[in-house]
């Protein structure tokens, strides 16, 4: 009974921790240990603070959150206003590196961005983020709220700068060297990286509460990334290169990050058809019609099912659409059943393995 007992826990210990690898470091905001111009700063995200010609600018700073701490980040003027070189910098942060880039002192050179992020193997369907948005021209001005993944390196040499040229400056994994789709380099990308997924979620609002914002996840293709990036944004970036649109004193509080994994079918095919009557909501019986329209032989069935299908709308205004994946058999297993008898059962769990839907489809022949 004690040997029982001993593997109980030990199974239980292990769900914990593979639950919890599976979400992002420091998701609460408590580890706060690094300075930066005497301000404590987070030790695994970074902020986009800027040191140029001996000078420090803050934008990342700890605050109090909803338990416990908090980010909080603002736009700012960055520069020597007397001498004519300031602009407004971004106020974000990361868990890649915010990078800045000024040649010698040419301002119009000026660019920007974020390299990186950190190792990562799985899959989630929802970014759930806690926020509070505040400032002066908050109807002015997006604040964004970004996840994205990706496997490969990305290699480019020069970035969109202030007055709309390009600058030479060499990076790794740059973000719009990966969301090439939604918010790519508008001077070329070298080498592209393969991208696997992204949820964005932008808006002008004012939040002084706390709000909870889910922002759905869409895939590209059926495979798993090595890395991702989370970008919290207080302004226009990244939806714009370097400067534009950045209004100072706009600030963004952020608290208790959660990735979401679901346990639902966005989209079924029967046989590679999709089935259009199929509701993801229901875990009662839903009947299949089989008809010469839908169904090429009726006797072998193959149900396969998708998540993260949708569409977003990149800086240019185009849509950008997002296919899906493919759910694998460690996620979803079916258990055939017999035309016009007893229902196809289709078991689908959550990645993270936190839940567990099951569907049932009667296949009728008529």
Request: net charge positive.
């Amino acid at each position: 009974m004690r040997k029982i007992r001993i593997i109980a826990v030990f199974m239980l210990l292990a769900c914990a921790l593979c639950a919890s690898a599976q979400q992002l470091p420091d998701n609460h905001f408590e580890n706060w240990s690094d300075s930066f111009k005497d301000e404590v700063q987070l030790s695994e995200w970074h902020g986009s603070n800027v040191a140029q010609a001996g000078v420090k600018f803050v934008f990342m700073y700890r605050k109090e959150g909803r338990s416990g701490y908090c980010a909080y980040v603002t736009d700012r003027e960055v520069g020597i206003p007397k001498l004519g070189l300031s602009a407004t910098g971004p106020g974000y942060i990361s868990l890649g590196k915010p990078w800045q880039y000024l040649k010698g002192l040419l301002l119009k050179t000026a660019t920007a961005g974020t390299e990186g992020g950190i190792a990562w193997n799985y899959r989630p369907d929802t970014m759930s983020v806690w926020v509070k948005r505040v400032g002066p021209a908050t109807d002015d001005e997006d604040f964004h709220l970004l996840y994205y993944s990706w496997s490969g390196t990305a290699i480019s040499r020069q970035y969109k700068n202030k007055v709309g040229g390009c600058t030479v400056t060499e990076r790794t994994n740059e973000e719009s060297d990966i969301r090439i789709a939604t918010d790519g380099n508008e001077c070329g990308t070298d080498q592209p990286a393969k991208q696997i997924a992204e949820g964005w979620y932008r808006a002008r609002a004012k939040h002084y509460e706390w709000t909870q914002i889910k922002v759905p996840i869409f895939y590209m293709n059926d495979a798993r990334p090595s890395m991702c990036n989370v970008i919290f944004s207080a302004g226009n970036y990244p939806a714009f290169r370097a400067n534009d649109g950045l209004y100072d004193g706009n600030a963004l509080y952020v608290d208790d990050v959660e990735m979401i994994y679901s346990s639902r079918i966005d989209k079924l095919t029967v046989n590679g058809k999709e089935w259009k009557g199929f509701n993801p909501d229901s875990e009662k019986e839903q009947v299949f019609k089989c008809t010469k329209d839908n169904v090429q032989s009726t006797k072998d069935f193959v149900l396969a099912g998708y998540r993260g299908i949708g569409t977003l709308t990149n800086i240019k205004g185009e849509k950008a659409t997002f296919k899906g994946r493919k759910l694998d058999n460690k996620e979803m297993t079916v258990t055939p059943g017999e035309i016009n008898g007893k229902p196809w059962v289709i078991t689908v769990k959550a990645e993270d393995g936190s839940s567990t839907h099951v569907y049932k489809v009667k296949i009728v022949n008529n």
